[in-house]
């Protein structure tokens, strides 16, 4: 079989089938293995990606694709953009301090609180990557920033993949979009010029060792279209053409449309532009007018953050101009990073959702057929077109998808049902009557540690090696254990610890009509964090209570407050795999009915405060500024929708995982929360900059101990975080809480933190 229409992968989750690089970077970091060992996971790791595509008949295979933590951070250590604080050795256990941060030596003084001694430093910013749920390291530069190549990554992944018998595509992180994403300076694109020279050197040293194309990723394409990035793209592009004009350069733009980007994006002098179909067909006309005809395109059709199985068909139909036109590469919309490995592992699915689906290897079987209908002729994959297009029709037709019930409910809503009955300073007075918190309260996000005795208890209840009431024994007993600590450091709302829960959306979805779930469908979330986003395939609704007992059970232990915590719609949708057959909001607002429902129960039961959390509201904000105001109006409504149906009494919490709302703080101030918890202590100057124009109007708790990272703040250090947010708030609004959830965080790390979090409000409330 000769193609003469490649296929390409853009890119491909790292993690391994079975989370290796997961459990071996963990133990790394636990000291239980060397770096011998890290070193041989991630090469078999990398060597059965390859093998995979190459079976699947992918004809461009990326290398340095893999990551030990994420692309953009090898990318910083790569140009040698190593803050001061982390040393200047470009080695893992930098590049390990850059992601996590390094505990200093630590002692507990003689009020008990732990202060950090030695070099311990904190781990650099981190955020979503675009509007993925993938996080990468946020490159800081200083104003006189030196750049450097002082890794040769790239090169060693290419050479790696030659030996095995691969002739690979190089992925790189293009220097635009490095530095575009970075922080520290105040136009980062300006230190364009220092950086070229770095990458003009990788490049060179990938043609020497055999490189004939090099993908360099550009995402920042698929933003609004700025002066200053589009000079430096040009100056990019043009210098690299000059100076390695040997190599084939693919520039890749993926998460939308080129838009104001179109005429840069097609001008640059390089010889082929990925395109993404999936997020934006529409763009293809004017891609295919705007391109020189040397100009290879290569056409995202298959989607690189969806789990749906493709309408191969439909896509033929759809590129049969650019197909007219030659010179085109077939590709997923984006790097398939985003979407979980194999779907064969999935052995528990409905069978008809499971024929709607295609993971990795899936979309790279479909990306291949596509070639081989093009360039054999479409009798020659007959069979697999037909059965992608009945896939297609049946899932359109299921009665799984479908309920007229859901659809009448979401019909008859009215307005008021989306606003309390009180304005906020009604509520407040009330709540503050019913409640007599001291000043400054003190409360956490929701979970604590999902340690592996937690973690076993729920396999081994999976397993069946534990019954039901084995299982909920233990769960009462660490919750219990929860309540009873949490009362002794002198917190003052508590929370049940979430220890049921194996993920925020995941417990939700699982409870829901409409949602199904994958065992082995993992997503980076960051570093060796990975999730399994729940699959909601058809209409929502919420068949019975899905947290009441466990809110009944914590809050019997004690007088104190006990949160009813909840996961809101936004977040629920952001963080699954959505249907593509509905509009995003049309899905949101289902969802936020059905959570309605549980708000009401948990105050029937007695709950006071009720958390609903919208971690990922943020991370939902179309790329394009003008698409804006529709997502935050229907996200908006719909947390209102979810909230709304309670007394002015019941304090309302949420939560998000940011503290950057400069841009959407009209939004999040009409979601109308009683209470909102933020994340803040890695990013202290934003804090600064939220409160300057616009005045947060209800309850807030600025996050003030970094969850991210295993070190423990020292009392000082959240004072210090709180003297900044007092300049910016009223005392009477402030609440003392951590950035977000403690899941992630051994108890030993949490203990030592909260009890000086606790101290750090003492010392608030009783100046010296
Ligand atoms: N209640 C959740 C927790 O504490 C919130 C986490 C989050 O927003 N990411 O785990
Ligand atoms: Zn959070």
């Given at each position: 079989m000769s193609l003469s229409i490649p296929v390409a992968t853009l890119g491909t989750p790292r993690i391994g089938l079975k989370r290796e690089l997961k459990f071996a970077l963990e133990s790394y970091w636990a000291g239980k293995s060397d770096q011998a060992a890290l070193l041989d996971t991630a090469r078999a790791l990398r060597a059965a990606n390859w093998a995979r595509q190459a079976k699947r008949g992918v004809t461009i295979m990326p290398s340095n694709d893999f990551s030990f933590y994420d692309q953009v951070l090898d990318t910083s250590l790569m140009v040698g953009a190593i803050p001061a604080i982390y040393g200047d050795k470009a080695d893992l256990d930098t590049y390990f301090a850059m992601a996590r941060g390094a505990q200093g030596a630590t002692e507990t003084c003689a009020h008990g609180h732990v202060h950090t001694t030695g070099h311990g430093v904190p781990a650099q910013e981190m955020t979503k990557w675009f509007d993925t749920n993938y996080h990468y390291m946020v490159p800081e530069f200083t104003p006189d920033?030196?750049?450097?190549?002082?890794?040769?990554?790239?090169?060693?992944?290419?050479?790696?993949?030659?030996?095995?018998?691969?002739?690979?595509?190089?992925?790189?992180?293009?220097?635009?979009?490095?530095?575009?994403?970075?922080?520290?300076?105040?136009?980062?694109?300006?230190?364009?010029?220092?950086?070229?020279?770095?990458?003009?050197?990788?490049?060179?040293?990938?043609?020497?060792?055999?490189?004939?194309w090099v993908q360099i990723d550009e995402p920042v394409l698929a933003l609004d279209g700025s002066v200053d990035v589009a000079a430096a793209l040009q100056k990019t592009y043009a210098r690299f053409a000059t100076e390695v004009p040997e190599l084939k350069i693919m520039v890749a733009s993926y998460f939308g449309d080129l838009n104001e980007n179109l005429y840069v994006a097609t001008s640059l002098p390089v010889a082929g532009l990925h395109i993404d179909l999936v997020r934006a067909p529409e763009q293809l006309d004017a891609v295919l007018d705007a391109a020189p005809k040397d100009l290879t395109l290569s056409l995202g059709v298959i989607d690189g953050r969806n789990i749906w199985r493709a309408n191969l068909p439909a896509i033929l139909d759809r590129i049969a101009p650019a197909v007219k036109r030659g010179n085109i590469q077939i590709a997923p919309s984006c790097s398939l990073?985003?979407?979980?490995?194999?779907?064969?592992?999935?052995?528990?699915?409905?069978?008809?959702?499971?024929?709607?689906?295609?993971?990795?290897?899936?979309?790279?079987?479909?990306?291949?057929?596509?070639?081989?209908?093009?360039?054999?002729?479409?009798?020659?994959?007959?069979?697999?077109?037909?059965?992608?297009?009945?896939?297609?029709?049946?899932?359109?037709?299921?009665?799984?998808?479908?309920?007229?019930?859901?659809?009448?409910?979401?019909?008859?809503?009215?307005?008021?049902?989306?606003q309390r009955a009180q304005p906020f300073a009604a509520r407040a007075a009330l709540q503050r009557q019913a409640f007599a918190l001291p000043a400054f309260p003190t409360t956490t996000i929701g979970s604590f540690p999902q340690t592996s005795e937690v973690r076993k208890a729920r396999s081994d209840h999976g397993k069946g090696t534990i019954d039901d009431?084995?299982?909920?024994?233990?769960?009462?007993?660490?919750?219990?254990?929860?309540?009873?600590?949490?009362?002794?450091?002198?917190?003052?709302?508590?929370?049940?610890?979430?220890?049921?829960?194996?993920?925020?959306?995941?417990?939700?979805?699982?409870?829901?009509?409409?949602?199904?779930?994958?065992?082995?469908?993992?997503?980076?979330?960051?570093?060796?964090?990975?999730?399994?986003?729940?699959?909601?395939?058809?209409?929502v609704a919420r068949p019975a209570p899905m947290t009441v007992a466990w809110w009944q059970y914590a809050q019997s232990l004690t007088d104190r407050p006990v949160k009813g915590m909840l996961t809101g719609p936004v977040t629920i949708l952001n963080w699954s795999f959505v249907r593509d057959d509905q509009p995003r909001w049309e899905s949101c607002r289902q969802i936020a009915l059905a959570i309605r429902d549980e708000v009401s129960d948990l105050e029937?039961?007695?709950?006071?405060?009720?958390?609903?959390?919208?971690?990922?509201?943020?991370?939902?904000?179309?790329?394009?500024?003008?698409?804006?105001?529709?997502?935050?109006?229907?996200?908006?409504?719909?947390?209102?929708?979810?909230?709304?149906?309670?007394?002015?009494?019941?304090?309302?919490?949420?939560?998000?995982?940011?503290?950057?709302?400069?841009?959407?703080?009209?939004?999040?101030?009409?979601?109308?929360?009683?209470?909102?918890?933020?994340?803040?202590?890695?990013?202290?100057?934003?804090?600064?900059?939220?409160?300057?124009?616009?005045?947060?109007?209800?309850?807030?708790?600025?996050?003030?101990?970094?969850?991210?990272?295993?070190?423990?703040?020292?009392?000082?250090?959240?004072?210090?975080?709180?003297?900044?947010?007092?300049?910016?708030?009223?005392?009477?609004?402030?609440?003392?809480?951590?950035?977000?959830?403690?899941?992630?965080?051994?108890?030993?790390?949490?203990?030592?933190?909260?009890?000086?979090?606790?101290?750090?409000?003492?010392?608030?409330?009783?100046?010296?």
């Open positions: 920033q030196a750049f450097r190549l002082t890794s040769l990554k790239p090169v060693e992944e290419f050479i790696e993949a030659k030996t095995l018998g691969h002739h690979t595509r190089p992925v790189l992180v293009g220097p635009v979009t490095f530095l575009t994403l970075g922080k520290g300076v105040e136009h980062p694109v300006r230190l364009i010029d220092r950086l070229l020279p770095v990458y003009v050197d990788l490049l060179k040293k990938l043609a020497d060792a055999g490189a004939d990073l985003h979407t979980p490995i194999d779907l064969e592992l999935e052995t528990g699915l409905d069978a008809d959702v499971k024929s709607w689906l295609a993971f990795s290897v899936q979309k790279q079987s479909e990306l291949v057929i596509l070639a081989r209908a093009l360039n054999e002729g479409r009798d020659s994959v007959k069979a697999e077109l037909d059965a992608s297009a009945q896939a297609a029709a049946a899932r359109a037709a299921s009665p799984k998808v479908h309920s007229a019930a859901v659809r009448a409910r979401l019909a008859a809503v009215t307005p008021d049902q989306a009431a084995q299982y909920e024994r233990f769960l009462k007993d660490e919750t219990e254990r929860a309540i009873r600590w949490q009362e002794e450091i002198g917190l003052d709302v508590l929370v049940h610890g979430e220890f049921e829960r194996n993920d925020m959306v995941q417990y939700f979805g699982e409870q829901l009509s409409g949602f199904t779930f994958t065992k082995h469908g993992w997503v980076q979330s960051y570093g060796s964090r990975c999730v399994r986003p729940p699959v909601l395939y058809g209409d029937a039961a007695g709950a006071k405060m009720i958390q609903i959390d919208e971690a990922a509201l943020r991370e939902g904000l179309p790329l394009h500024r003008s698409d804006w105001a529709h997502y935050l109006d229907w996200a908006v409504e719909s947390f209102r929708l979810c909230a709304s149906g309670v007394r002015n009494e019941t304090q309302i919490h949420t939560h998000m995982c940011y503290s950057e709302f400069n841009d959407i703080m009209d939004a999040v101030a009409a979601m109308d929360a009683d209470v909102i918890s933020i994340e803040t202590s890695r990013s202290k100057m934003e804090l600064l900059d939220v409160f300057k124009t616009t005045k947060y109007p209800n309850e807030i708790g600025p996050g003030v101990y970094d969850i991210h990272s295993p070190r423990v703040p020292e009392v000082s250090e959240m004072t210090d975080l709180l003297s900044l947010a007092r300049e910016r708030l009223s005392d009477a609004q402030i609440w003392i809480n951590p950035d977000c959830g403690l899941k992630t965080r051994k108890w030993d790390e949490v203990k030592p933190a909260l009890v000086n979090m606790v101290a750090a409000a003492k010392a608030l409330r009783e100046p010296v």
